[in-house]
């Protein structure tokens, strides 16, 4: 049985979780280390955390990260505490791994780069000054582009580059582009 970790750890649960990726499989016998998939672009910010969430019931469950190494660039192999044994993975795979929000925002808040990860939400706005929506999807292309979704009639693309991209005001959560919405549509 999966143990609990973290006693005494002040937890709210109705604390915003951030999506960071899944476990996607396990390596070794004794207090074996789970796989985990995420976002490219948060790769310095787990490498430092000492706990993270994983969902078990569609609940999130924290765990005490033991020891972790980097696989490749978008993943890492974490020991936790409480999963000893290989079965204890099993019910672990394809779920998600979670972190705290204000958690992620605070380790970049005085940092020059910013993930595309912590820009969901964010509102957009054209060269005009006019609102195009929000941002609702970040996706990574396979050429290490960072393309981010506006919830938009219809949907809009937009490359996270300059010169499409002009300005980024994380205080305002808002996204300024460098170029009209109409050329974004064609």
Do not use: C
């Not at 706990?51 to 020891?67: A, H, N, S």
């Not at 190494?69 to 672990?92: A, C, F, M, S, W």
């Not at 394809?94 to 595309?116: G, H, M, S, T």
């Not at 938009?152 to 300024?176: A, G, W």
């Amino acid at each position: 049985m999966i143990k609990k970790p973290l006693k005494g750890r002040v937890w709210n649960s109705l604390d915003p979780f951030f999506y960071v990726g899944e476990v996607v499989g396990r390596r070794g016998l004794h207090n074996p280390y789970l796989k985990i998939l995420h976002l490219p672009d948060i790769q310095d910010f787990l490498d430092s955390r000492e706990f993270l969430f994983i969902t078990i019931d569609e609940k999130p469950v924290p765990f005490r990260v033991l020891d972790r190494y980097r696989e490749n660039y978008d993943k890492l192999l974490v020991q936790l505490d409480g999963i000893t044994v290989p079965e204890e993975t099993h019910k672990l795979i394809n779920q998600k791994v979670l972190v705290l929000e204000d958690q992620i925002r605070k380790f970049y808040e005085n940092k020059p780069y910013v993930p595309a990860s912590l820009l969901l939400d964010y509102v957009v706005i054209d060269s005009k000054g006019e609102e195009v929506g929000r941002v609702k999807e970040v996706k990574f292309a396979p050429n290490k582009q960072i393309l981010l979704f506006v919830d938009n009639e219809p949907e809009l693309v937009v490359s996270l580059q300059k010169p499409v991209i002009s300005k980024i005001s994380h205080d305002n959560q808002t996204i300024y582009l460098g170029i009209r919405e109409e050329d974004l549509r064609l």
